[in-house]
């Protein structure tokens, strides 16, 4: 990760903009950022992790306050940071959320927080994304770090610098799983445990066909399971050849059982077979008896029936010569009925014309009673009827068009009266609008005279809202003065306790130090053995040992004093920390409350809450006279437009009037004419003229149908007797005599070809030889015959089913024993694969025997790397603290311990002073980054950590330890490192020439690039 540019705008400390060229710091691989306690060097650094992760470390997070309070109220708070991530180029733009002033009316609104990541590509910046959480699954995916690991690995801030040394071995596994990317080892675990898993359920699923063959086998042999059949374990204790050779035997035997069975059956199945040849023979013999005399009755009785079937054949033959005919007859009688019910029709016709009938038929109807007669009907032939048709639809064509209009003009006419009405009603609305226009202009004048006195009061009453909220937060920051005062007091009065507590314990320490030097010579004494040599002196023999006496104290009682001092001065410098942050919070306070107390503060708000009020009433008003200014104009307009849509539609109904006048006056002139020649309305002749031709159609139909079926009837009465003739009848009655229906024709055929064929049937099977010879034939003893076969057929269906059963069995374990090998065969090569994933997933997981670590993949890895990480961490400790410290990780665990060379113990992390913990922590820091930088050169893998920023804790360390620590860092550059050290200590401004610089001011702090040494 390299860091190229950074923008800061009304954020923290910084009310403007403020921007820095860091890879202008970054030349020299080295350079400090410094400036007075509050000034906002700590934010520069808030504003990288807020560009990158969208939060800040540490508590300032939680505040979830990060706009600048100093900022105008309209300006947005955003950074921008140009960070090279992974081998590409990003930009990242965020904004916090914060409350913006209200575009519309009066107050706050919140704006959400946003985000904008670019990247360039070809030399442009090219769109990502704009969501909060895509931007952060692209940081924590390139990146390799969560905020928290960022904070502990390459951003350490006030009061997260020596977490990580401190951090609990679950904690420390997650940041170097993530940094080291070993995750994959984890994956690799729960593969192989997955693998192992698969098989072993693969294994089980092929032992489910072994044991169902086997099994089944032991059923269908009658043969108990081998007893080293086992199926309990994917391994299982199966002997595979075992089971061959065992299901091998059950089907030899089963083969030898179905062969004896097979020999018995032969003999059995012939002698079965001689009886029932036997026996049948016996049984046709004598149904062939039965049968004969059968025969002989049933040809007797045939013989008798001859005169009858004789008479049926005779009146057959008549039926047969009359059939031709039968169908003429029936057409003459059909072509009888057409005329007599044209007849009829034609009848029924002319009785419904009535008198118009009568009229048309001219001097031969005398009365309506003779319309019916003859002779009328045959005057009224049909040119008469189409001539009286004709002149009946003309007359109501005619009266049609007139009802159409008549219609009409009565529309026409209720069209008139209805435009009349709407003219009246017209000049009433006339009258309205003249009068609303003479009034509305004065009304809106009035409106408009309001609106102008009333601007002046919305604008002095924004301008009160804004000095309230400046005087309200003015007023909070007064009062966090106060509250701060008390706590800075506190902490002070902690830290004097403390140093009290640091000095009592060191003298004690001391005190008991030299004690125990004054007695060393009675604890080497203790450590003599006779005839050892005596470390001081070198002689082996020891005749006046010194004595311990009885206060004199031991080692462990100094270790244990001195503990208690590391204890101390590790709580003093906290207290230390403690006065440190709260006089700078103290600072930032007091400077946004101006130097003005709590009371001057409220008597301002309550003077700027007394003007509100007063223009709040005057404003009140406002948006309620908009409204009717609104609606007043809005009422002139619309009256305008009334005014033309009044008009058009009066010049319109006018025009229609004159246009309905004129289409009346013909309209009536054509009614009239029709009415004057049918001597009735339109309506009624035309109901009248309509039923009186619809009869005239009706008659016509019936004449047109009766001339023609009295031509049919002619015709086919002519052609039915000359066919009669030919067929022998002298008239038509004699044919519908001799007709038999066509079903009773069919039937009495059926029956004599019926009665012809019976006989000569019964003919032919008697003269049979079987029948012949059976009468003349001795009788058999059929029973004994019948008892013998079944006696022999029993005995021969006992020996089949022995043979099926053997046959059965023999094929059936032929198929098992097959199923049984191929099961076997498909289980062994899972089996083996199970066998080498077992192993080598017990050995992943820590569980096998030969893993003497005891640890899984994922675990032995990360342990691995916290090594590397010691030992890179102990090469930059040891020049800082003339080999003093040097860091041990505990066997098999990611536990760090510190050993002091000065007393050879290991000791806790949290037993160091401030300025020990100091060292250690940015030691690991520095071992973690090259470990992590070795990594990245050697594949291309895990994160890039080419930026290291360390903030203050070179205040805690003495002049020679700075230097030490000084030359540590500059020995960074030269892997080609950026280190930006964060501090206020003024030595480090002689000592690093490269410095960004924070300067406090009331309108903001500001950032800018010094070269000390040009």
Same mark, same amino acid.
């Given at each position: ?26 030349? @020299? @691989? ?262 004969? #005399? ?148 004065? #009304? ?149 409350? #101006? ?218 374990? #032929? ?139 070179? @205040? ?59």
């Amino acid at each position: 990760m390299r860091l190229h540019h950074l923008e800061i705008t009304a954020f923290g400390p910084f009310a403007g903009t403020v921007a820095v060229d860091l890879d202008a710091l970054a030349d @020299g @691989g080295l350079f400090l950022l410094c400036g007075p306690t509050g000034a906002g060097k700590s934010s520069v650094l808030d504003a990288i992790c807020f560009a990158l992760y969208g939060a800040v470390p540490g508590e300032r997070n939680g505040a979830r306050h990060l706009r600048s309070d100093q900022a105008a109220p309209e300006v947005a708070p955003r950074v921008v940071l140009e960070a090279t991530l992974s081998g590409r180029r990003f930009r990242f733009s965020r904004s916090p959320a914060w409350e913006r002033p209200k575009k519309r009316g009066e107050g706050l609104t919140t704006q959400q927080a946003t985000v904008l990541v670019e990247e360039r590509v070809d030399g442009a910046w090219s769109h990502l994304t704009g969501r909060i959480d895509d931007a952060g699954h692209l940081v924590g995916r390139l990146v390799g770090l969560t905020l928290t690991q960022f904070c502990q690995v390459v951003l350490l801030p006030q009061g997260e610098f020596q977490r990580f040394l401190r951090a609990g071995g679950d904690d420390r596994q997650k940041l170097l799983q993530s940094i080291f990317r070993t995750g994959r080892f984890g994956d690799v675990e729960r593969w192989l445990a997955e693998h192992r898993r698969v098989l072993r359920q693969e294994s089980l699923a092929l032992q489910r066909p072994i044991a169902e063959a086997v099994n089944r086998i032991s059923e269908a042999a009658g043969v108990p399971l081998p007893a080293e059949v086992r199926f309990d374990d994917p391994a299982g204790g199966v002997g595979a050849d075992d089971l061959a050779a065992w299901a091998g035997a059950a089907e030899a035997d089963a083969a030898e059982l179905s062969v004896a069975a097979e020999a018995a059956l032969a003999p059995a199945v012939a002698t079965a077979a001689a009886a029932a040849q036997a026996l049948r023979a016996a049984e046709e013999l004598e149904a062939a008896r039965r049968r004969r #005399q059968q025969l002989a009755a049933r040809h007797d009785a045939l013989l008798a029936r001859a005169p009858e079937v004789d008479a049926q054949r005779r009146r057959v033959e008549e039926a047969r010569r009359a059939a031709p005919v039968l169908g003429l007859v029936i057409t003459r009688d059909r072509a009888a009925d057409a005329v007599r019910a044209a007849d009829a029709a034609l009848a029924a016709g002319l009785r419904r014309l009535g008198p118009v009938a009568a009229e048309t038929a001219g001097t031969l109807v005398l009365t309506l009673d003779d319309v019916v007669d003859p002779l009328v009907q045959a005057a009224l032939d049909e040119p008469a009827v189409r001539a009286a048709l004709a002149d009946a639809r003309a007359r109501c064509e005619r009266c049609t068009d007139a009802v159409g209009r008549q219609a009409e003009l009565t529309e026409l006419e209720a069209a008139s009266s209805r435009a009349s009405a709407e003219l009246a009603e017209l000049d009433r609305r006339g009258a309205e609008l003249d009068e609303a226009e003479r009034t509305l202009p004065a #009304q809106i004048g009035r409106v408009r005279s309001a609106l102008r006195a009333d601007s002046a009061a919305v604008e002095a009453h924004r301008a009160a809202e804004h000095r309230r909220a400046a005087a309200a937060a003015a007023l909070a920051a007064a009062e966090r003065v106060e509250k701060l005062a008390g706590v800075l007091a506190q902490a002070e009065v902690e830290l004097a306790a403390a140093r009290e507590e640091t000095q009592t314990r060191r003298e004690h320490w001391l005190d008991l130090r030299e004690r125990r030097l004054d007695g060393m010579a009675a604890e080497i004494a203790l450590d003599l053995a006779v005839g050892d040599a005596c470390p001081v002196c070198g002689s082996c023999d020891h005749p006046h040992p010194a004595a311990v006496g009885a206060d004199a104290p031991d080692a462990a009682a100094e270790r244990t004093a001195r503990r208690a001092v590391d204890d101390a001065e590790a709580l003093q410098q906290a207290r230390v920390d403690a006065v440190r942050a709260a006089a700078e919070n103290l600072a930032r306070a007091r400077e946004a409350a #101006q130097g003005t107390d709590v009371a001057g503060w409220r008597t301002v708000v309550a003077d700027l809450d007394a003007m509100l009020a007063a223009l709040t009433e005057q404003v009140d008003g406002l948006a309620a006279r908009e409204a009717e200014l609104a609606l007043l104009e809005a009422r002139q307009q619309a009256l305008a437009d009334d005014r033309r849509a009044l008009a058009e539609r009066t010049a319109a109904l006018t025009a229609e009037r004159q246009q309905h006048a004129v289409r009346s006056g013909e309209l009536a002139r054509v009614v009239g004419r029709v009415r004057a020649v049918e001597g009735q309305e339109p309506a009624a002749a035309l109901a009248a003229l309509t039923t009186t031709t619809e009869r005239w159609e009706q008659v016509l139909v019936a004449r047109i149908d009766l001339d023609r079926a009295e031509v049919h009837l002619a015709e086919t009465q002519e052609v039915a007797l000359t066919e009669a003739k030919e067929h022998g009848f002298d008239d038509l009655d004699a044919v519908t005599s001799a007709g038999l229906p066509h079903a009773e024709l069919a039937t009495l055929e059926q029956q004599l070809r019926r009665h012809d064929e019976e006989v000569a049937t019964t003919r032919e099977q008697l003269a049979d030889p079987l029948l012949v010879a059976a009468a003349s034939a001795a009788p058999v003893d059929l029973g004994a015959l019948r008892t013998a076969a079944e006696e022999t057929a029993r005995t021969a269906s006992e020996l089949r089913t022995r043979h099926d059963v053997a046959a059965r069995r023999r094929d059936r374990l #032929q198929a098992l024993v097959a199923d049984l090998r191929g099961a076997l065969a498909a289980w062994a090569p899972v089996r083996a694969r199970h066998d080498v994933a077992d192993r080598v997933a017990t050995l992943a997981s820590g569980r096998s025997a030969d893993n003497r670590v005891r640890l899984g993949l994922a675990a032995y890895v990360v342990s691995w790397r916290l090594g590397q990480v010691v030992a890179a961490a102990n090469q930059r400790l040891a020049p800082m603290t003339a080999t003093r410290y040097s860091l041990e990780q505990e066997a098999g665990a990611l536990r760090l311990l510190v050993r002091d060379e000065w007393s050879g113990e290991l000791r806790d992390p949290a037993t160091l002073s401030g300025g020990e913990t100091f060292l250690v922590s940015l030691a690991l820091a520095l071992g973690l980054a090259d470990v992590v930088a070795g990594e990245s050169a050697a594949d291309g893998e895990g994160s890039d950590l080419e930026t290291l920023f360390v903030d203050e804790g070179f @205040g805690s360390l003495d002049a020679e330890t700075l230097d030490d620590v000084m030359d540590t860092l500059d020995e960074l550059r030269e892997g080609g490192r950026v280190v930006g050290v964060v501090s206020h200590v003024s030595e480090l401004r002689t000592r690093i020439p490269t410095q960004l610089q924070v300067a406090p001011s009331r309108s903001g702090s500001r950032l800018s690039i010094v070269h000390a040494d040009g």
